[in-house]
């Protein structure tokens, strides 16, 4: 049988209130990250920007040392007027086994053609060859930052193990919690019940 009381007085315990509030606010915080990284990224097909910025998931060793494997990128869409050799920049490629990607390469070289528009060579960092010509159409942005707690998330959602524990650890929290709080509520009405009726 559960001790309602003890588990009661345990709840109404400062620092334990405390505790619970932070670790509550952080499942929270994970939760909102893995779901805009999961929506961005899987149901949007990276069309969809978010005030102008892109959140891009590194899946090959191309850009090491500068990125890993699940290191998770934010590209803002720039004016490609802007755009300088050395910076990194996300493309959806449209040639031969870069077709229907995102490639996230650094730029080496930048040219303008007749009609004014903007002709980017970009190689990965540890490639011998560069990419195909990427024309300012199929830029998606320049990556301006690297996520650290996005890509901590994404590499522990990437595991079979890692997703269900990321899913399942904080749902059970969170029904648990609200099961333990009924309760109390139950046994509290059911005591101030009988003390009227006392």
Same mark, same amino acid.
């Given at each position: 049988?559960?001790? $309602?009381?003890?588990? /009661?007085?345990? &709840?109404?315990?400062? &620092?334990?209130?405390?505790?619970? @509030?932070?670790?509550?606010?952080? #499942?929270?915080?994970?939760?909102?990250?893995?779901?805009? #990284?999961?929506?961005?990224?899987?149901?949007?097909?990276?069309?969809?920007?978010?005030?102008?910025?892109?959140?891009? @998931?590194? *899946?090959?060793?191309?850009?090491?040392? /500068?990125?890993?494997?699940?290191? #998770?990128?934010?590209?803002?869409?720039?004016?490609?007027?802007?755009?300088?050799?050395?910076?990194?920049?996300?493309?959806?490629?449209?040639?031969?086994?870069?077709?229907?990607? *995102?490639?996230?390469?650094?730029?080496?070289?930048?040219?303008?053609?007749?009609?004014?528009?903007?002709?980017?060579?970009?190689?990965?960092?540890?490639?011998?060859?560069?990419?195909?010509?990427?024309?300012?159409?199929?830029?998606?942005?320049?990556?301006?930052?690297?996520?650290?707690?996005?890509?901590?998330?994404?590499?522990?959602?990437?595991?079979? #193990?890692?997703?269900? $524990?990321?899913?399942?650890?904080?749902? $059970?929290?969170?029904?648990?919690?609200?099961?333990?709080? @009924?309760?109390?509520? &139950?046994?509290?009405?059911?005591? /101030?019940?009988?003390?009227?009726?006392?």
């Amino acid at each position: 049988m559960i001790n $309602l009381k003890k588990i /009661k007085d345990i &709840k109404e315990d400062k &620092k334990f209130k405390t505790v619970m @509030t932070v670790i509550r606010i952080l #499942v929270i915080i994970i939760l909102i990250c893995f779901i805009i #990284v999961v929506c961005l990224q899987r149901f949007s097909d990276n069309k969809i920007s978010f005030f102008n910025y892109r959140l891009f @998931t590194v *899946v090959s060793g191309s850009m090491k040392p /500068k990125y890993d494997i699940g290191d #998770v990128l934010i590209a803002k869409d720039v004016e490609p007027s802007t755009i300088k050799v050395g910076d990194t920049i996300s493309y959806q490629g449209i040639r031969g086994g870069f077709k229907g990607k *995102v490639i996230t390469h650094q730029v080496i070289g930048i040219k303008m053609n007749e009609n004014g528009e903007y002709i980017f060579r970009a190689k990965g960092l540890a490639n011998l060859i560069e990419d195909p010509a990427v024309h300012e159409n199929q830029l998606y942005g320049v990556v301006i930052y690297k996520s650290i707690l996005l890509s901590i998330i994404y590499r522990i959602v990437a595991t079979d #193990v890692g997703f269900l $524990l990321f899913i399942f650890i904080p749902m $059970l929290y969170i029904i648990g919690s609200e099961i333990i709080t @009924t309760l109390l509520e &139950k046994e509290e009405a059911k005591r /101030k019940k009988i003390t009227s009726n006392g």
